[in-house]
């Protein structure tokens, strides 16, 4: 089971994990060294809660890749003002 670390607010990390349709926090200290938004973790479900494993590097890279392509397609089709500049 995959996680995917939305954001770390006040030393707590958002997860969303999205085969449940969870969120889950967790205190930032037990993240894996080098955790950051954006980053994918496998997770393990237990009775009540989940456990982090490890970070998935691959599934990092790959969504990093893909929001850095999508960045800049939308970057490129960025319009340039309709207003002209007085100096």
Same mark, same amino acid.
């Given at each position: 089971m995959?996680?995917?670390?939305? /954001?770390? $607010?006040?030393? %707590?990390?958002? %997860? ?11 205190? $930032? ?5 080098g ?13 009540d809660?989940f456990?982090?494993?490890?970070i998935? $590097?691959?599934?990092?890279a790959?969504?990093? $890749?893909?929001?850095?392509?999508? !960045? !800049? ?12 500049? /007085?100096?």
């Amino acid at each position: 089971m995959h996680g995917v670390i939305d /954001r770390i $607010e006040d030393g %707590i990390a958002v %997860i969303l994990i999205k085969t449940t349709k969870t969120e889950w926090t967790v205190k $930032e200290a037990l993240l894996p060294p080098g955790s950051q938004p954006g980053t994918v973790l496998n997770l393990a479900e237990t009775a009540d809660d989940f456990s982090i494993i490890n970070i998935d $590097e691959e599934a990092t890279a790959t969504a990093t $890749e893909k929001a850095n392509t999508l !960045q !800049q397609k939308l970057q490129s089709k960025k319009k340039h003002s309709k207003f002209k500049r /007085r100096d």
